[in-house]
C-alpha cells in the first residue's frame, strides 16, 4: 500500500524559492521510483522530475538547472527544491509513485499513465 501526501506550495515572486515536500508511505519502497508533476490550469499534465531507488535524478528539460529532486529515506519524504522560480511554472504540483516494473526505460519515467500512485496535489503561484 502506498500514500502520498505533499506540501509546501505558496506564491511566490519570479526569481523567489519555494521546497515541496511529499511524505511516502509505503511498505516496499525499493518496489517504487518517485516522481514529481505539474498541470497549469487548462493544460496537460507535465512531467518535471523522477528519482529512483538508487538516487539518480533525471529532470525536464524546462526545470533542468533550476529544480532539485531528492529524498530523504529515513524521514520517507521526497523533496522538490525549486529555484529561479518563473511565472511559467505556475501550477499544481503532485508527486507521484511508480512501480519499478514498469519502467522498461528511462523515457518511461515522464510517462504519466504508467504511475499508480498520486497525491492530492499543491499549489504553486509565481507572480
Known amino acids: 500500500h502506498v500514500q502520498l501526501v505533499e506540501s509546501g506550495g505558496g506564491s511566490v515572486q519570479a526569481g523567489g524559492s519555494l521546497r515541496l515536500s511529499c511524505a511516502v508511505s509505503v511498505s516496499s519502497a525499493n518496489d517504487y521510483c518517485l516522481g514529481w508533476f505539474r498541470q497549469a490550469s487548462g493544460k496537460e499534465r507535465e512531467w518535471v522530475a523522477a528519482i529512483n531507488r538508487r538516487g539518480t535524478t533525471n529532470y525536464a528539460d524546462s526545470v533542468l538547472g533550476r529544480f532539485t529532486i531528492s529524498k530523504v529515506n529515513a524521514e520517507k519524504t521526497l523533496y522538490l527544491q525549486m529555484d529561479n522560480l518563473k511565472p511559467e511554472d505556475t501550477a499544481t504540483y503532485y508527486c507521484?509513485?511508480?512501480?519499478?516494473?514498469?519502467?522498461?526505460?528511462?523515457?518511461?519515467?515522464?510517462?504519466?499513465?504508467?504511475?499508480?500512485?498520486w497525491g492530492q496535489g499543491t499549489q504553486v503561484t509565481v507572480s
Open positions: 507521484a509513485a511508480v512501480e519499478r516494473r514498469r519502467l522498461t526505460n528511462k523515457q518511461d519515467l515522464g510517462r504519466a499513465e504508467l504511475y499508480t500512485v
